[in-house]
Every structure is written in C-alpha cells, then in structure tokens.
C-alpha cells in the first residue's frame, strides 16, 4: 500500500473555486473506489464525494452536492475534487483514500489515507 498525495489547497475568498488532486499509486481490485473527506479544526472528520476507477458512480454529501465535482484520470492514477462557490465552512483539511466500493467509501472503510491538504476559505 502506498499513500495516496493530496495537492491542490490554499486560501480562497468565499464564492472562489480550487481544483483539488489525489495521486494514488499500486491500485487494486479490493480498492476500486476513492472518498475524499475533510477535518475541520476540533471537528470529525467527514465524507465529502466518491467515486469508482472502473464505473461513472459518484456519491456527495449535502453538504457540498451542487457545488463540488469528483472526477478521475486513470491514465494518471489521479482523482479531483472541483470545489465551487467555496464557503468558509469548506475550510478544513482535505483527505483522500481508496475504499472496496463507494458505500464503504462514505463509512470511513478507508485506507492509506494520505497527509492531507488544506483549504481555507475567508474574507
């Protein structure tokens, strides 16, 4: 197992968009899907979106359906997260990790997970 590398994070003024990167490496069968989450400062953590390498499924959560979009390249062993409209309850550290199917994504069935990259949203 290899750690997946998150990218893509900074400081964004509310209503601006970041396009966040995941780059997983040594994929296999029992990983077929990726979840992205995020821990906000004294808070759990939590599912944001999913979706598997080898089908168009995708999951969200309320929180962010309508404004972010998850998105792969597997030529690239790479998964996005296209965050819009950003709020100051996005900023958090963002979190991406592979998972047996999406259902498992969205309970925490995750691993490795990788260091994460921050996104803060503020005026």
């Known amino acids: 197992q290899v750690q997946p590398v998150e990218s893509g994070g900074g400081f964004v003024h509310p209503g601006g968009s970041l396009r966040l990167s995941c780059v997983v490496s040594?994929?296999?069968?029992?990983?077929?899907?990726v979840g992205w989450f995020r821990q906000a400062p004294g808070k759990e953590r939590e599912f944001v979106a999913a979706?598997?390498?080898?089908?168009?499924?995708?999951m969200y959560a309320s929180a962010v359906k309508g404004r972010f979009t998850i998105s792969r390249d597997n030529e690239k062993n790479t998964v996005y997260l296209e965050m819009n409209d950003l709020k100051p309850e996005d900023t958090a550290t963002y979190y991406c990790?592979?998972?047996?199917?999406?259902?498992?994504?969205?309970?925490?069935?995750?691993?490795?997970w990788g260091q994460g990259t921050l996104v803060t949203v503020s005026s």
């Open positions: 990790g592979g998972a047996l199917n999406i259902a498992e994504a969205a309970s925490f069935n995750v691993g490795p």
């Open positions: 040594g994929r296999t069968p029992n990983k077929a899907a």
């Open positions: 979706l598997r390498w080898d089908a168009d499924s995708k």
